[in-house]
């Protein structure tokens, strides 16, 4: 009983010392110039760019997503590998689940965030 009880603790110390190192790691990655390339009534394509100012590479899941007046349009998931000091630009579709947007509707708000 005690190799059991000792056997989940170490688990979950394992996740929370994980957890608290992407958030360190997050810290060495900068996203920059976020913008809309394309943008269409049923999706859009968003070009961003992470530079990694860390001396080592970084692994990570980005989650982009777009809203029209706080409503979430879509999104999409990405795993991107981030070389040591280097910037890598992103250029990714995302079609719209929630609506369809309208001649005079256009996107507000786009946000891309690191997944835990």
Same mark, same amino acid.
């Given at each position: 009983? /005690?190799?059991?009880?000792?056997?989940?603790? &170490?688990?979950?110390?394992?996740?929370?010392?994980?957890? @608290?190192?992407?958030?360190?790691?997050?810290?060495?990655?900068? $996203?920059?110039?976020? *913008?809309?390339?394309?943008?269409?009534?049923? @999706?859009?394509?968003?070009? /961003?760019? $992470?530079?990694? *100012? &860390?001396?080592?590479?970084?692994? #990570? #899941?980005?989650?982009? #997503?777009?809203?029209?007046?706080?409503?979430?349009? !879509?999104? *999409?998931?990405?795993? %991107?590998?981030? !070389?040591?000091? #280097?910037?890598? %630009? /992103?250029?990714?579709?995302?079609?719209?689940?929630?609506? $369809?947007?309208?001649?005079?509707?256009?996107?507000?708000?786009?946000?891309?965030?690191? @997944?835990?």
């Amino acid at each position: 009983m /005690f190799i059991w009880v000792l056997l989940v603790a &170490a688990a979950m110390f394992g996740f929370l010392q994980t957890k @608290y190192c992407h958030k360190q790691l997050d810290k060495y990655l900068e $996203v920059q110039e976020i *913008k809309i390339e394309t943008e269409a009534p049923t @999706y859009c394509q968003v070009y /961003f760019e $992470v530079e990694n *100012k &860390a001396s080592f590479e970084i692994k #990570r #899941r980005v989650i982009i #997503r777009v809203y029209h007046k706080n409503l979430e349009l !879509g999104s *999409k998931m990405i795993y %991107g590998v981030f !070389g040591a000091g #280097r910037t890598k %630009g /992103f250029l990714t579709t995302i079609e719209f689940q929630e609506k $369809v947007l309208k001649d005079n509707e256009q996107i507000d708000e786009i946000s891309v965030r690191f @997944y835990d």
